[in-house]
Structure formats: structure tokens, C-alpha cells
């Protein structure tokens, strides 16, 4: 049997769903896969159907024969063979999500959005990090159609040709994520990150600032944060009284402190500061209050994501909102419609975003 490719990090989430199923976990039985199915039936002193009720969840099972049954999975450490029922009902109940990295609250909500809804339908979800590579989104990705998932998240709307064609001819649902685009591969669930970049530079423009600096990243550029800078580009392009300039630091505190400290070197003076993530224009604003920089009378700061820590800093910080767990319930709510062959929803959905003006770029 051919070896499956190796993927930096999976993780599998189980669900009980609401329902009663066969606790191994918590019993702490021993698993054995070589014990069959008549061997746990033998044990329990009932028939081989009894115990695939019991496994299926079947309500025509008294609670005293369930229990009986149960207590023989138990102490033999049966597995049931998931691939032989997946492989008989061409379903496996897995979802498969690729996320750029594991632990940025971005994507973890849109995973605790996912989870939501797919364990509430009885789903486990599969999760692989791509470390903002196209090279292992195309290797994670092909790990996770070699074990069948029944539907794919992808995150971002910029593939290699290599990920699109692979995706396509998967010939499950695909749903991309966190972005927008014309042309998805199949479904696309996200916000413009381009007219969110649009507004937030023009509501620091309406606020009087003429100099302003946008602040990305150096490393793991993506399609999300390509498109913020499109978007302060194009209003610097139409505003032709701006004054503008653009750094690439690392997407850190300390990422966005050394932006500030570059932009105090400079020989000109910035009125204002975006920043293409809250980490970034956090680390600028602890740098500014080291400096005794006057936030935003000397300098205003915007950033990107409204993390918790946005509404609570001080000043608190102006930033751009996203409902990223209602953006992963949607996801999975699409998902599952096109599972169960009722889904007659656009292929492109917007979820909107929201700019949250704070007191870090509020003038008197």
C-alpha cells in the first residue's frame, strides 16, 4: 500500500453530536482493531445487528442490551471499521480545512464556526496548516483527499494552478474562505479585503489626516493582505492631496514597533498609520506610548482584524470587523447543503465587514 503523504498538522475533532455513542475514549479500553464485530455480539450475548445498532445509534435498542453491548466493546477495545462504512455509503463524515496557520484567532473562529454547525449534523472536521506555502497547501490538500473527507475549506482565494486543478477534480464540494473572489474554484465564503482596506483609509482621510503610512508584512505574504494594500493604494491614487508611503515589517509587536520607529526617522511627518493587522498596529501603539508619542494628536493608528485586545488598549484602536465564526457557520451550513443535494445558494457569498472607528485616530 502506498504510503500517504506526510502533512505538517492535522488535527481531528470528534463530536458526540448531542447523541449517545460508544464512549471509548473515556472508558479507557485498550483499543484492539483486530476484534471483530461477532466477537463483541459473542461477548454481549446478543445478535451481530444489535451490536451494529448500537453503533449506528439505533433507537430499537432497550437501554439494558445497549449497555451490555457497550460494556463488551469496552472490555474487548473494539474499533469499528470507519473505512469499511464509509467506503459502503461513499461518505467518510470528515471535512477537511486548510488554515494558513494553527493558533491566529482569525482562523481559529472561523473553525470554531465550522465546528458548530458540522458537529451539530454529526461531522468531524479535519484541520491541516499550509504555513502561508503553496507548495505544502498542495501537499496537505492531497493528504486530505486521500482519506476521502466528504467537502474541503481552503483559506484565501489565490491558488497555484497546481491547487485549483487538484481541488476541481477532487468532485466534492470546495468552499475558499476569508476573501472574495469572481471566479472560485467552486463556492467562495468571505469579505472584500480590498474595499475594507478602502474604507478605513478613507474614514482616517475624512478625519483630516493627508499623510499617511500603510504598514504590511515582510514575510507570509497572502491574497488578505495583498488586498488591504491594493486598497490603501487605490485611495492614495484617487486622493492626489495624500501624502503616502508604504513599509513591510515582520507581523509582530515588535513587527509594528519597529514601523513607528522607522517612521519617526524619517525626515517627514506622519499624520496617521495603517497597519494590515491589529498585532501590528498594537506593537505600534506600545511603541508610541515608550515614546511618549500622543496617540492620535501626534499620531493616529488603524488596524485590521478588531482582535479582543483592539477594544481594550488604550487608546482603544480603530480596526476593521469581521464576523469570522458567523463566516465559518456559513461555510459549513453550504457544506452541508450541498451534501444533502438541496443547496441552490450563490456561489459567491459576502459576509461584509464592519470599520470600528476607536479613540486611536479620533481627532477633538
Known amino acids: 500500500m502506498e504510503a500517504l503523504p506526510k502533512i505538517g498538522y492535522w488535527y481531528g475533532l470528534r463530536t458526540r453530536c448531542g447523541r449517545t455513542v460508544p464512549p471509548l475514549d473515556i472508558l479507557g479500553a485498550k483499543l484492539n482493531s483486530t476484534v471483530r464485530l461477532s466477537d463483541v455480539a459473542k461477548l454481549a450475548q446478543v445478535g451481530v445487528g444489535t451490536v451494529s445498532r448500537v453503533l449506528n445509534n439505533s433507537a430499537n435498542v432497550s437501554a439494558a442490551t445497549r449497555q451490555k453491548v457497550l460494556d463488551a466493546i469496552a472490555e474487548l477495545g ?39 454547525v458540522l458537529h451539530a449534523h454529526g461531522m468531524n472536521l479535519m484541520i491541516g496548516a499550509s504555513g502561508y506555502s503553496d507548495q505544502v497547501e498542495l501537499q496537505v490538500i492531497e493528504a486530505f483527499l486521500a482519506r476521502r473527507p466528504d467537502a474541503i475549506y481552503v483559506t484565501g482565494v489565490r491558488h497555484t494552478d497546481a491547487v485549483r486543478s487538484t481541488l476541481q477534480r477532487s468532485g466534492i464540494p470546495v468552499v475558499e474562505g476569508s476573501n472574495l473572489t ?37 514575510r507570509d505574504f497572502n491574497d488578505r493582505i495583498d488586498d488591504r494594500l ?124 464592519q470599520v470600528v472607528e476607536r479613540d486611536s485616530t479620533r481627532r477633538p
Not at 87 to 92: E, M
Request: with cysteine.
Open 78 to 116: 473494539y474499533v469499528p471499521n470507519l473505512v469499511a462504512r464509509s467506503l459502503a455509503a461513499n461518505r467518510t463524515g470528515l471535512i477537511a480545512a486548510i488554515i494558513p496557520v494553527i493558533g491566529y484567532t482569525q482562523h481559529s473562529e472561523v473553525i470554531q464556526g465550522m465546528t458548530d
Open 230 to 353: 491594493e486598497g490603501f493604494r487605490w485611495v492614495a491614487s484617487t486622493e492626489t492631496e495624500l501624502k503616502t508611503d508604504v513599509i513591510r515589517c515582520e507581523n509582530s509587536f515588535d513587527g509594528g514597533a519597529e514601523a513607528v520607529r522607522l517612521a519617526m526617522a524619517s525626515n517627514i511627518r506622519v499624520e496617521a498609520m495603517t497597519f494590515a493587522t491589529d498585532v501590528m498596529a498594537v506593537g505600534g501603539l506600545l511603541e508610541c506610548q515608550r515614546r511618549g508619542i500622543n496617540v492620535p494628536a501626534q499620531l493616529a493608528i488603524a488596524g485590521f482584524d478588531d482582535l479582543t485586545i483592539a477594544a481594550s488598549i488604550n487608546p482603544s484602536l480603530t480596526t476593521v470587523k469581521v464576523d469570522r465564526v458567523d463566516l465559518g457557520r456559513k461555510a459549513a451550513e453550504i457544506i452541508i447543503n450541498r451534501l444533502q443535494g438541496n443547496d441552490h445558494s450563490s456561489r459567491i457569498v459576502d459576509v461584509g465587514f
Open 182 to 218: 469572481d471566479r472560485p474554484i467552486d463556492t467562495v465564503v468571505g469579505y472584500s479585503n480590498f474595499n475594507a482596506s478602502v474604507d478605513l483609509t478613507r474614514l482616517l482621510v475624512d478625519r483630516g489626516y493627508r499623510r499617511i503610512w500603510h504598514v504590511t508584512v515582510t
